[in-house]
């Protein structure tokens, strides 16, 4: 038997252990049945390679034929390997119907090649020991299987590039983990078991390519079993404290004396109280944890059922309260007849009620839909001007009944068209334009627009009431108010800057503001970008 250094035994009884535990955690929690399975056929084929490879080394040139046919099976099973892993990613991210040409095709290569290997000098000619070295005679089939196992390493990349690109943000990181394990392995593959025997002649580096697969397989355990990290913390605090215990224990056999048995037996019984709390301190971590999650799916729930909730409401009230609008107008406009000049105000009153119940319920509306992603654009190309110039004649009246200056700066050239929900674009620059007036006693309101590169820029300044720094980050969130605009508007709910700041984002623009304090007025800029196609539109 030749004698190999110790760090080869250690390194090998090292990877056998984790091949193990991978096998342990993928079949223990992995939900997807042929995942289990490939993976542990992959398991099973790494035990074979490096295992086999190893013995080959071990039995040395003492028993030729042996050491031969232990080379040939590790050899036998590499294009399985790299089959299986071919297959695992079909399996984990790809549609299976697609390309069953080509997995046909991966799935004969790879059989036929290992048969090839192993019943046939093809590949593996003869082995040869220079000392105790082991070096492999190639035969004239090791081109055709190189480029076949390259082939197969190929599609697999190819499969989890072309995924990574069109998948989502949760399977791309679970791509990246495999594509960093199946990177590590097929370089260090390269470079060992390729480069340096086949090019430089070099073989003493063989090992580490065959070796270099656990962190292919323990890059995929970790994509696969992921989610469930919270058990294998458990787990994997019960292994070591186990192992910690034998090796503790096994210690205690060799002792010589009464004493030494005394004392370590002492440490093992200590060692077991630690441990035992150990893993109950983890595992109640962990079922906190996991009552928290709870909880927090619970919260969701909820919270999507009080959305439901208002946007039915509001869709109930939004009728009736359309109706009333219709009746309230006919009355004031004396589509019934004339009426007595007592009930005019109570009238008018009841109208002005009326619409900001409207608005209300619009608002709450939108926000539900918001909140549910059931918003529709329906997108048209629109002059900014146009919606800019109906809300400041929709508003002179109000503004002028203020007292207020009413300011519109229109741009000297036509800007570009925008395409968007001319609705949405209008209700959040009507929002900021409303709020300028209602936040506003004295002094000015102004719109001015223009453009500035890619941007329209709507700019609404008053000088109004203002707002702190602090206040700034609030007025955008929903049901948030400043301290003295709720004192000087109490009827308000908070809700227009978040609907407004909403929609814009949602033209991928912006809305942001800034005062220089209380009392200090405010300025509101709206940044939607312009299509560029429709400028080119624009020019005909
Ligand atoms: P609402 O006006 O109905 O309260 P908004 O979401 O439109 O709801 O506004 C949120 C808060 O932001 C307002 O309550 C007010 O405190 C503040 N705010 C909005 N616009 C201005 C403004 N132009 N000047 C000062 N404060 C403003």
Redesign the pocket.
Known sequence: MTILPLYNHILIAFINLIGICLAFLVFQYSPLKWIKRIFLLMIVLMFLWIDFAYLARLIGSENYFLSLISIKIAWFVTPLLFMCLYFLVRYLFGEKEKYSNLDKFILICGILLSIVTLFTSLVVKNIKFIGSQLTIIYGKGMLPFLGIVFFIMCATLFFLFKEYFRSTEKTRTKIKYILIGAFVFYLANIVFNIFFPLVLKVARFYWLGDYSVIFLLGFIAYAIVRRQLFEIKVVLTEFLVGAIAILLFVNIIGSKGIFEYFWKSTLLAIFLVFGYLLIKSVTREIKLRKSLQVAYRKLEELDKAKTEFISIASHQLKGPLGIIKGYLWMILNEKYGPFSKKIKEPLENMFKLNERLVKVVNDLLNISRLELGRIKLEKEYFQIEDIICDIYKELFNQVKRKGLKFIIKKPKEKLPKIFGSKLKIREAIF??VD??I???QKGFVKIEFFQKGSLIIIKVS?S????SKE?TKN?FQSF???R???IL?AQ???????I?KKFIELHKGQLW?K?KGENKG?T?FIALPVETNSIEKNKF
């Open positions: 929002n900021v709020n300028a209602k936040y506003t008053d109004g009431i203002g707002f206040e007025i948030r108010r400043t003295r605009g709720a508007y308000g709910a908070g809700l227009g800057l978040y407004a503001a005062s405010s509101f």
